[in-house]
């Protein structure tokens, strides 16, 4: 059964990556606000020092949001399948909302907490892009020849491997052109290019903003080129949404503060927004509008929701290790589909396979934050793959 990776515009998890390393530290409500009060996001040749600009909850309750709907997406593409397929529509925003996070979080946050920091910014993208690259083909392999039973030396040298490195890492297609293998965790590919395609801009000029809004340009026009000749290329469609979010992080303190002020307007354009999909579909266009609303709302909701209810700690968390809560949740789906009382058993018990797979996702997170903050071996591993 394949994930969401084979179906929207992109379809992967998604690492919006975490702001700061830190375990868990739960701020005020209103706090982000007041923290991103900063003048605008240029780097500087001054001496390296980033600005002391803490985490912004609202974002990681974002993350964890989107999470949490990507267990409830797979569950359902995982237990009931193409007979299920009338949600995908209303849940196609997911894979690309991870990435649209993920860039507006480096003009939010990242440019301005390494404000005067040199070319350390530049190099922390380009070292974590590099990363995602070696976390998804050490993913992938370990799949392929762990659970497929390929031979080593076939998948290494083979046609197969060819075929598949081209729809792994140029194209996004979920599967070979052969039609034999699914590729998973795709969206880490389209992040790790975000991430090296900024770190490159930011090196390059200092005219920050005006080089991603001329990159953001030259991408649509690549899409729309593309599409004209009826191709399709997964990961330059999910690269334009991750460079939409960060000319949309761009936006000044004020302008945020009035969407969040103002959820009543988000909430009834995202109604219109949902009958218009009902009555015409998901165009492209209709697709980037959802992520634009989806976030928003979830970012609103983050900002104004207070942060001492437990589902909500353990949401905020979960955004926190993002990455990890994607990874985890396809493996506890993966391993649940396999236990095949749960699928034979009707809708109770599918709907308790959906709970656990939250629990136990939910649970590891926990658990590493937990191991985090108590052994550094821990934190260090986890830094070493994650951060």
Not at 132 to 158: E, H, I, K, M, R
């Amino acid at each position: 059964m394949q994930s969401q990776s084979s179906q929207n515009l992109g379809g992967r998890e998604a690492e919006t990556w975490r702001g700061k390393d830190e375990p868990m530290s739960i701020h005020g409500r209103s706090e982000h606000i007041e923290l991103c009060a900063l003048a605008e996001s240029q780097l500087s040749s001054a001496k390296p020092k980033p600005t002391d600009l803490s985490r912004d909850t609202a974002i990681d309750f974002t993350k964890g949001a989107l999470v949490l709907s990507m267990v409830l997406y797979h569950w359902l593409n995982y237990f009931f399948g193409h007979h299920g397929q009338y949600y995908y529509d209303y849940l196609r925003f997911l894979t690309p909302s991870f990435i649209f996070i993920t860039g507006f979080m480096i003009s939010q946050i990242q440019l301005r907490r390494y404000e005067n920091s040199g070319r350390s910014l530049p190099k922390r993208l380009f070292v974590r892009g590099l990363k995602l690259l070696a976390l998804f083909s050490v993913l992938n392999a370990l799949v392929y020849t762990g659970l497929s039973g390929v031979q080593v030396p076939y998948s290494l040298w083979g046609e197969s491997l060819r075929s598949l490195s081209w729809a792994a890492f140029v194209v996004g297609a979920a599967i070979t052109p052969d039609g034999q293998r699914a590729i998973i965790f795709n969206i880490l590919v389209p992040i790790a290019y975000l991430l090296i395609v900024s770190a490159g801009l930011i090196v390059l000029t200092k005219r920050v903003r005006f080089a991603f809004c001329c990159t953001l340009f030259v991408l649509i026009v690549g899409v729309i080129f593309i599409r004209f000749w009826d191709l399709e290329n997964v990961y330059l469609d999910l690269l334009m949404v991750g460079v939409l979010g960060i000319v949309v992080g761009f936006a000044q303190t004020k302008q945020i503060a009035f969407v969040v002020r103002h959820p009543y307007i988000l909430t009834m354009l995202y109604c219109l927004f949902l009958a218009v999909i009902t009555t015409w579909g998901v165009p492209l266009p209709l697709e980037i509008a959802s992520v634009i609303l989806t976030t928003a709302l979830l970012y609103t909701a983050g900002s104004r929701l207070a942060t001492s209810g437990t589902a909500l700690r353990r949401t905020i968390l979960l955004g926190k290790y993002s990455l990890l809560g994607y990874i985890a949740q396809i493996a506890v789906l993966q391993v649940l589909r396999r236990i095949s009382w749960l699928s034979q058993h009707g809708v109770g018990a599918s709907l308790g396979a959906l709970l656990l797979g939250v629990l136990l996702t939910v649970t590891v997170v926990e658990v590493v934050d937990i191991a985090r903050q108590k052994s550094k071996t821990a934190d260090d591993l986890y830094r070493l793959v994650f951060a």
